[in-house]
């Protein structure tokens, strides 16, 4: 939670990249028909119809100022405390409002001021919208780079999403630190952002438009998984992956043979100490996943149906918001060292990205791509 709405960080300050983007997103782009590619955008997919409802009480103004690039709601939210990274006008957090409910609350960072603008311009109108006695929805504006100098408090969270955002962060591994250190115990980074094929070179990296398009500062796969081992989160676990593409010749010709994906994954800040594989059995009833929970591109849960899982995914659901929702070593089971390591999990998202397009397997919360339960979809 934050301690003062209106909190800045004193010892983080603009960098020229923070200077191009506020421009960028707070002057030059007026609505999502002035951008230049797909990376900015949610894919046309179909959207479960709770969230449909949810998207339809958001205020026009705050849907039309909306530049993330995925749809991201992750499962299980009901009384939790989410951070919203860059949060921009707001849509996101007025959407997961309604979904925390009363009990829960949702906060949104941001360093735009005139996305913040419109977002807090319409508080009133969504709390009178959803029919709530007190807000649960508050924003700051500060750096996705400094989220306890903003006035975050450390270990308050129990979700933390990014919409597109954290490949505009000239310091991707400083995010993913003050991201690990908001987080409670059992906490999750549920997060979409755009990936490259390889290192970008210094030409693409320096470029405004492409940086502000989300491209510029796209990260390698590759060092996303070094980064979230460095900063103590769990391997990272692919959810979906789509690919970007880009209309503008010229911005075409700068990009060459690199090749972009949006892509969700999930990180979970986990307790030291390794649990033991075994099965576990989904017991059904999340809102929207009553009777199929797609965790990730590996694992697709039937309610009652027992699922051998591997270490690190039962630590994930003992110690995390999820611990209720599974019974764990049902009867004839065990829990011995077995099961798929982790590290098979984190696939190549260009892999994924073209299996699913093949296969029609994009889900549009980023809650799944692969239907079969096997862990053959991410390799």
Partial sequence: MAEDSSARGSGFSDS??????????????????DLQSNACMTPPQPTPAFIREALKKVHPEVV?????????????LEGCSILDLGSGSGRDCYMLSQLVGQKGHVTGIDMT????????????YHMTEFGFQKPNVSFVQGYIEALTEAGLQKNSFDVIISNCVINLSPDKRRVLSEAYAVLKDGGELYFSDIYSSGRLPE???????LWGECLGGALWWKDLLQMAEATGFSFPR????????????????????????SATYRLFKLPRGQSKACRVMYNGGIPGSETVLHFDCSYTFKA????????????????????????FQPPGGSCEPRGVPAEANAANPF??????????L?????GGCCSTGSADCCK
Wanted: charged share 30%; aromatic share 8%; with cysteine.
């Fill in 203 to 209: 030409q693409i990296r320096n470029h405004k438009v």
């Fill in 238 to 261: 692919l959810v979906t992956a789509t690919p970007v593409t880009v209309d503008n010749k010229e911005l075409l010709d700068i990009l060459g043979d690199f090749r972009f994906v």
């Fill in 64 to 76: 039309a100022r909306y530049y993330g690039c995925g749809l991201l709601v992750p499962e299980s």
């Fill in 351 to 360: 892999q994924l990205a073209l299996k699913s397009d093949e296969l029609g």
């Fill in 304 to 327: 009652n149906e027992p699922v051998e899982v591997d270490q690190e995914l039962v630590s994930i659901l003992k110690h995390s918001r999820f611990a209720d929702d599974f019974t």
């Fill in 113 to 124: 001021e005139a996305q913040l603008e419109v977002a807090r311009k319409y508080l009133d």
């Fill in 16 to 33: 020229s990249t923070h200077v191009d983007v506020k421009e960028y997103y707070g002057r030059k782009l007026k609505t999502t028909s």
């Fill in 362 to 366: 994009v889900s549009a919360t980023g």
